[in-house]
């Protein structure tokens, strides 16, 4: 998990200090949530068993993961919101 963090938290440090590509962090923030979903981190959906499978349930994680790293990355551009909002 400290990979992870680490690969999210460095492209995000850097895209702070200057302008990176979106293609650059995507990349970075997809790497990030493969190394959570490798790590044994996986969504089960108890309602849903057919997205209980190993694949679809990997898809799944990476999907999400990738969705609340952009969307709080969203958020942190606008001064200040993401602190209130995590808190």
């Known amino acids: 998990y400290i990979a992870s963090t680490m690969t999210v938290g460095i492209i995000s440090f850097l895209d702070d200090c200057r302008p990176v590509s979106y293609r650059v962090r995507l990349f970075f923030h997809l790497l990030g949530a493969l190394l959570i ?3 044994g981190l996986n969504i089960k959906y108890s309602a849903f068993p057919f997205l ?3 694949l679809s349930s990997q898809a799944l994680t990476v999907f999400s993961l ?6 709080t990355n969203f958020l942190d ?3 200040g919101l993401l602190a209130g909002s995590v808190v």
């Open 37 to 39: 979903t490798i790590a």
């Open 52 to 54: 209980n499978n190993t």
């Open 66 to 71: 990738i969705s609340l790293i952009n969307a």
């Open 77 to 79: 551009g606008l001064n």
